[in-house]
C-alpha cells in the first residue's frame, strides 16, 4: 500500500460527460501529480500541484482542469469526454526536494 | 528530445535466467534517478532510488546501479512473479518527473 488513494477504481460514462477522478495524497506529501496511461501508452504527465499551487503543465487538454484543496487532496476533472479519453488515470504524491513519488491505484475511466 | 530511453522494450527469460535492463538519460544536473514496477492495470510501485554515479541499491533479485549516463536493473535468477514492466524515471523543472516507456518482462517457468 502506497498510502496514496484513488477514487473510484473504475468509471464508466458516455461520450460528451463529465467526470471527477479524487486523489488523496500520502501523508506529509504536499505534491500531487496526476497521469494518464492508455492502453499500451507510457504514463504521459498531466499536471502538478504543490501545496495547493499549480507547480506544472503537462500534456494536459483544455478539457482537463485540476485542482488541489487546503486539505491536500486533489481532483481531476475531465469535461466533453472522448473515446479516446478511455485510459488510466494515476495520482502521485511527493515530498520536497525531487524526492520519489508513490502512486495510487489508478483510476480505470472508460468512455463509451 | 527525449529525457529518458529503456531497453529493450521487452524481455522474455526462462526462470533462473539472469539479464539487465537499460535506463538512459540526459538530463543534466540529475537529481536522482527512480526504478518502479507496474503489473498490468496497477499503479506504478517504487522500487529504488539512486542519486549519484556508483551507487547501488539491492532488493531481493533486483539490484539497480547508477552511472553518469544510465542505470542498469540488473535481474538476478529471475523467477515468474518478476514479469512485469519496469519503469525508470527522473526528476526535471522542479518537481516534474519524466518516466521512459518501460520494459516489459516476461519469465517462463
Known amino acids: 500500500d502506497s498510502g496514496v488513494t484513488q477514487t473510484p477504481k473504475h468509471l464508466i460514462t458516455a461520450t460528451g460527460q463529465r467526470v471527477t477522478l479524487r486523489c488523496s495524497p500520502r501523508?506529509?506529501?504536499?505534491?500531487v501529480y496526476w497521469y494518464q496511461q492508455s492502453l499500451d501508452q507510457g504514463l504521459q504527465f498531466l499536471i502538478q500541484y504543490y501545496n495547493g499551487e499549480e507547480r506544472a503543465k503537462g500534456n494536459i487538454l483544455e478539457r482537463f482542469s485540476a485542482q488541489q484543496f487546503p486539505d491536500l487532496h486533489s481532483e481531476l476533472n475531465l469535461s466533453s469526454l472522448e473515446l479516446g479519453d478511455s485510459a488510466l488515470y494515476f495520482c502521485a504524491s511527493s515530498g520536497q526536494g525531487g524526492t520519489e513519488a508513490f502512486f495510487g491505484q489508478g483510476t480505470r475511466l472508460t468512455v463509451v | 528530445e527525449d529525457q529518458v530511453t529503456q531497453s529493450p522494450e521487452a524481455l522474455r527469460l526462462q526462470e533462473g535466467e539472469s539479464s539487465s535492463l537499460n535506463c538512459s538519460y540526459t538530463v543534466s544536473g540529475l537529481r536522482g534517478l527512480f526504478w518502479y514496477r507496474q503489473d498490468p492495470g496497477k499503479g506504478p510501485e517504487f522500487l529504488f532510488t539512486?542519486?549519484?554515479a556508483g551507487e547501488e541499491k539491492e532488493k531481493e533479485r533486483l539490484k539497480a546501479t547508477l552511472t553518469k549516463k544510465e542505470s542498469f536493473l540488473h535481474i538476478t535468477a529471475p523467477k515468474p512473479e518478476d514479469s512485469a514492466t519496469y519503469l525508470c524515471?527522473?526528476?526535471?523543472?522542479?518537481?516534474?518527473?519524466?518516466f521512459g516507456t518501460g520494459t516489459s518482462l516476461t519469465v517462463i517457468p
Open positions: 539512486l542519486y549519484s
Open positions: 524515471a527522473v526528476p526535471y523543472t522542479g518537481n516534474q518527473f519524466y
Open positions: 501523508s506529509g506529501d504536499l505534491s
